[in-house]
């Protein structure tokens, strides 16, 4: 298992290097001024540009720049962002507010994805399989911004069962609400298909027959059983997909104005403001990784196989 720890470690190294250099030269590398957006509508002073591109390295080649900025990264330094604020600072505060919607959703999805995926596969063809098959479908084909327009639409500025909007440092818990059920409606309808499929097929297998020879109930044979051993690939996909979700939120929060990571990405992006987003996105890859590592790390743990290959 230590060698497999370490082994893991040393591959999240190059994948950090490549990613950051990757979403360092997709900003700084493309056409167009650094400094747009930084002064208005205006364009910056001389003085100004030549001050940030002195601080930054930008007339340094990319290499040079890139390694300055993960030297900087490397010592908890984000840069500053157009106002003048810290990004690292500013990500903290947000990184809050973003965990707590991302949980929200985990939750979310994985309860309703479950029920809704037992209850299909234990009724394989019948109403429910059906109706579940053909809800979560539509789900997965309709893009997530207009899942999200419709939900702020009808639940929230016609019906008013929800806030439209989540606004401030610190939401409610019910303002996030219909956020989460929207960042996670994709993942829930993956889920619910994924349960079904292996509820579908462990209800067939040796070990449950055996159990119905054995006089088993059939609370008892699906309960234990069966739900247990078809929850291990769930259980894997929600442990990757709580990092995905922390950084597939940048169209949640940008709907439903919500201040977290995602939203700071979503306004630098629109401001122009290239630190900030860099700084973002390249918090987001690190915390995306470090929860594939934890997942692979747990999975190894629950199956020696794997840590021993």
């Not at 900087?72 to 840069?79: E, K, P």
């Not at 911004?145 to 016609?158: C, P």
């Not at 889920?191 to 008892?220: C, F, H, Q």
Request: aromatic letters at 12%.
């Amino acid at each position: 298992m230590g060698k497999y720890i370490v082994r893991r470690l040393l591959q999240m190294i190059p994948v950090i290097i490549l990613s950051t250099f990757l979403i360092y030269a997709m900003v700084f590398a493309m056409p167009g001024d650094p400094t747009a957006g930084k002064c208005g509508e205006r364009p910056c002073p001389a003085a100004y540009v030549e001050k940030f591109n002195e601080k930054y390295h930008l007339d340094d080649p990319l290499p040079v720049q890139y390694g300055y900025y993960a030297k900087n990264v490397l010592q908890g330094d984000f840069g500053e962002n157009q106002y003048g604020n810290s990004v690292a600072e500013e990500l903290g505060e947000r990184f809050t507010v973003t965990g707590k919607l991302a949980v929200m959703a985990l939750v979310f999805e994985g309860v309703i994805g479950i029920i809704a995926g037992v209850l299909a596969g234990l009724r394989k063809g019948g109403f429910i399989d059906n109706l579940v098959l053909i809800s979560t479908l539509f789900v997965i084909s309709v893009p997530i911004f207009v899942v999200g327009f419709a939900a702020r639409y009808f639940l929230g500025l016609k019906w008013g069962i929800f806030p439209a909007l989540a606004s401030g440092k610190d939401p409610s818990f019910y303002s996030l609400i219909m956020p989460a059920m929207v960042l996670g409606s994709t993942s829930l309808a993956y889920i619910a298909r994924l349960m079904r499929t292996n509820i579908a097929e462990n209800i067939k297998s040796d070990y449950v027959r055996t159990a119905k020879a054995k006089g088993l109930s059939p609370k008892r044979i699906i309960g234990i059983h069966t739900l247990r051993n078809s929850m291990i690939p769930v259980i894997t996909f929600m442990g990757y997909d709580f990092g995905a979700l922390l950084g597939g939120a940048i169209v949640t929060e940008g709907i439903f104005n919500i201040m977290g990571v995602g939203g700071y990405i979503f306004t630098g992006i629109r401001n122009r403001d290239g630190i900030a987003v860099v700084g973002a996105v390249t918090a987001l890859v690190i915390v995306y990784l470090v929860m594939n590592l934890i997942v692979d790390l747990l999975y190894g743990a629950l199956d020696p196989r794997i840590s021993n290959d």
